[in-house]
């Protein structure tokens, strides 16, 4: 990867639905997922387009290079280049400790691979010993976790055997750091709730931990549920956190660099919102961005 780049994290502080359009199944409105793992994503294009709207008519320097325009004779690609936003934790209801930020070893091990090309060096420790021998009935926890009770963890309707690893605290204060100032007193809850189970047991979460709620539709005349008017849409859940790479390779135009594109456009934190239904609050999201190192 050349030029300037970021990492990037998605925070849902209400439930964020990206929709892939009408479901098959009983969900008539799913969200958006990745073909493979068929975990919840969100589209590199869908983060760009509420970034370019919430800059929208400020005199930032260099917004037609970084987001492009579109019209007749006068198209011009974006300088900026947004990967899709990856699932890194997925908020789970816990017995103890009200609810845990769950991830996977797969999941790390693909996050690592952007953090690498962001950061080059100087990240968590790689968990491919702890990814090796976690079994379905465990769970990984910090030595602060808030989760376990006489060694026993309670996700949903799952149960796991509590163990702990020097390389979950340091993922765990890793992600702290991401997302939560040194003195906000979210960094210390994050600590407590951080926890990481395996592969299987995570796609399963995946496909039952999400919300599904009921909407309907009133009659304007009668003030009862229009008929055939109620449907099911899927939400990812507040506190989910995602994560991608945003970078500059070159710029369309001689008048600013690619540093004060990311600069200007992809500050510390930005409050957005993002996905379907917000007049009714959802897709509300802290979008972070943590700076790398200049590739050559």
Request: proline share 5%; net charge negative; glycine share 10%.
């Amino acid at each position: 990867m050349r030029g300037h780049n970021r990492m990037f994290w998605l925070h849902a502080v209400t439930p964020l639905h990206v929709g892939a359009g009408q479901g098959v199944g009983f969900i008539d409105l799913p969200i958006m997922r990745e073909k493979v793992t068929h975990w919840p994503v969100v589209p590199g294009s869908a983060v760009k387009g509420v970034l370019r709207d919430y800059f929208q008519g400020t005199d930032l320097k260099g917004f037609t290079l970084a987001f492009g325009q579109g019209g007749v004779g006068d198209e011009q690609a974006g300088s900026l280049v947004f990967t899709d936003a990856h699932l890194v934790m997925l908020p789970v209801r816990s017995l103890y400790g009200t609810f845990a930020y769950v991830t996977s070893p797969f999941v790390l091990m693909r996050l690592r691979r952007d953090l690498e090309m962001v950061y080059g060096s100087g990240m968590p420790a790689d968990m491919g010993s702890v990814g090796a021998t976690i079994a379905e009935g465990e769970i990984y926890l910090s030595e602060l976790s808030s989760l376990a009770m006489d060694q026993s963890v309670f996700l949903e309707d799952l149960d796991f055997t509590a163990k702990t690893d020097p390389t979950v605290k340091q993922w765990a204060d890793f992600f702290a750091e991401a997302l939560f100032p040194e003195n906000d007193p979210w960094r210390p809850f994050f600590l407590e709730r951080f926890a990481m189970v395996s592969d299987n047991v995570f796609n399963y979460l995946c496909e039952t931990a999400t919300e599904v709620q009921a909407r309907i539709r009133i009659n304007d005349d009668t003030k009862i549920v229009e008929k055939g008017a109620l449907w099911y849409e899927e939400n990812l859940p507040a506190e989910a956190v995602l994560a991608g790479v945003v970078w500059c390779d070159q710029v369309y135009g001689k008048d600013v660099t690619p540093q004060e594109l990311i600069t200007n456009f992809c500050p510390s934190k930005v409050n957005l919102q993002i996905g379907g239904h917000a007049s009714v609050g959802k897709g509300q999201i802290r979008c972070l961005f943590t700076p790398g190192e200049k590739k050559g």
